[in-house]
């Protein structure tokens, strides 16, 4: 009987050291939760960008005004008969002029 008791004992014993320390532990789930939160956040924000960019695709798609202005913006599209004139601020030209040997 004393074997028994004392055998029960160790198995709780070693049952108890595996839920505080081993893996699947209770410090474990709380890592692993906060680790879900966070890629949780991450996630959103990629959702949020991916619908943004969805909304251009479909605008760029349909509407050609957001077309010009894109190739405009992006690639420096003029059109024919337009003039483009370039400006050029001599106070940040006079800077990178300085910097360059």
């Known amino acids: 009987m004393r074997w028994l008791m004392f055998f029960l004992v160790a198995i709780l014993v070693l049952l108890q050291i595996r839920l ?7 410090s ?3 890592t692993l939760d906060k680790q879900w939160d966070s890629q949780q956040q991450i996630n959103e924000q990629h ?5 943004l960019i969805a909304q251009e695709v ?7 005004d957001s077309l010009e202005e894109k190739a405009r913006k ?28």
């Open 20 to 26: 505080w320390f081993g893996e699947g532990s209770i």
């Open 28 to 30: 474990n789930k709380i």
């Open 47 to 51: 959702r949020l960008r991916n619908r």
């Open 58 to 64: 479909e605008s760029l798609k349909t509407n050609l």
């Open 74 to 101: 992006d690639l420096g599209m003029i059109k024919d008969g337009e003039v483009f004139y370039l400006v050029i601020d001599k106070k940040k030209q006079s800077a990178t002029d300085r910097a360059e040997p």
